[in-house]
């Protein structure tokens, strides 16, 4: 939903255009910035009451980014009164697609394909699957290199006592 409804929208440019108050006090009353109230007198005066209906999420081609590029560029229009004329929601958009111009070219203004990431699966479940079962020649080779592994480490562990209780601790206190 809209933060200001067409009504508001109407009501506020009518009270500057009457006169009645300035873009600041208006601002003020409805609780928005003076260029907010700028920008929708802008939108009455060139499209009238339609130019307050701006659909605020709209995808706009990469041949309309490029247009209304070109447009700026001719006219030495300012992304203000661009916006308005090309009935763009947010100014500050034409000037980053301007910045990915100058940039990147026709390229940068092209749309950007999202794509979801992929859940990675656990390792363990991973290895389970890989994991040889039964008693298959693979699965006989993966058993005895295990226990090889296993029959290595106790030896080196049993070695590492012995040397431990040969040697003792000869410290001497003063």
């Given at each position: 939903m809209a933060k200001y409804?067409?009504?508001?929208?109407?009501?506020?440019?009518?009270?500057?255009?009457?006169?009645?108050?300035?873009?600041?006090?208006?601002?003020?009353?409805?609780?928005t910035s003076e260029s907010v109230i700028m920008n929708w007198v802008k939108q009455y005066q060139y499209h009238g009451a339609e130019g307050l209906f701006i659909k605020t999420y709209t995808n706009y081609s990469t041949q309309f980014k490029l247009n209304v590029l070109n447009y700026m560029n001719d006219n030495g229009t300012s992304s203000n009164t661009t916006a308005v004329i090309f009935k763009i929601s947010s100014p500050s958009m034409i000037r980053k697609r301007r910045i990915l111009y100058e940039k990147g070219g026709v390229d940068a203004l092209k749309p950007k394909k999202k794509e979801r990431t992929l859940m990675k699966k656990d390792d363990k479940r991973e290895a389970k699957k890989q994991a040889p079962t039964g008693n298959s020649i693979e699965a006989l080779k993966a058993a005895v290199k295990q226990l090889r592994m296993e029959n290595e480490y106790l030896k080196k562990l049993n070695t590492l006592v012995q040397n431990k209780e040969k040697s003792p601790n000869k410290t001497k206190r003063k």
């Amino acid at each position: 939903m809209a933060k200001y409804t067409f009504e508001e929208k109407l009501s506020a440019v009518r009270q500057y255009l009457d006169g009645v108050e300035s873009f600041a006090s208006i601002g003020r009353s409805i609780g928005t910035s003076e260029s907010v109230i700028m920008n929708w007198v802008k939108q009455y005066q060139y499209h009238g009451a339609e130019g307050l209906f701006i659909k605020t999420y709209t995808n706009y081609s990469t041949q309309f980014k490029l247009n209304v590029l070109n447009y700026m560029n001719d006219n030495g229009t300012s992304s203000n009164t661009t916006a308005v004329i090309f009935k763009i929601s947010s100014p500050s958009m034409i000037r980053k697609r301007r910045i990915l111009y100058e940039k990147g070219g026709v390229d940068a203004l092209k749309p950007k394909k999202k794509e979801r990431t992929l859940m990675k699966k656990d390792d363990k479940r991973e290895a389970k699957k890989q994991a040889p079962t039964g008693n298959s020649i693979e699965a006989l080779k993966a058993a005895v290199k295990q226990l090889r592994m296993e029959n290595e480490y106790l030896k080196k562990l049993n070695t590492l006592v012995q040397n431990k209780e040969k040697s003792p601790n000869k410290t001497k206190r003063k």
